[in-house]
């Protein structure tokens, strides 16, 4: 979707350091924190992604597919389920 492979592979290596916008970088670190550290999120999160011009909608997007990218991977990690071939692995 990004038709930039170099900013892809420097967002794998390192989103931080990838010369991203504030914009997407505001999101990028909602998500991980989201994921990580769901126990510490706080409004002031939400309120930085608000700052960087997303909308309410945009924000339960944004939480809406993290949540669902975590919950598809425990359950497949939890049902033992083995990854296609022709998905690459770092």
């Known amino acids: 979707m990004l038709k930039d492979d170099d900013l892809v592979g420097r967002i794998r290596e390192d989103f931080r350091t990838a010369g991203l ?3 997407r970088l505001a999101m990028l670190e909602y998500a991980e924190k ?3 550290t769901p126990n510490k999120m ?3 999160d939400v309120d930085r ?3 960087e011009g997303f909308s309410d909608g945009d924000i339960l997007a944004i939480a809406e597919v ?3 990218y975590a919950y598809v991977n425990r359950i497949a ?3 033992g389920v083995q990854v296609e071939d022709w998905f ?3």
Request: hydrophobic letters at 40%; zero cysteines; aromatic letters at 4%.
């Open 21 to 23: 916008d504030a914009k």
């Open 34 to 36: 989201l994921t990580l």
């Open 66 to 68: 993290t949540a669902y």
């Open 42 to 44: 706080e409004r002031s």
């Open 88 to 90: 690459v692995q770092d």
């Open 77 to 79: 990690d939890g049902l």
């Open 49 to 51: 992604l608000r700052a």
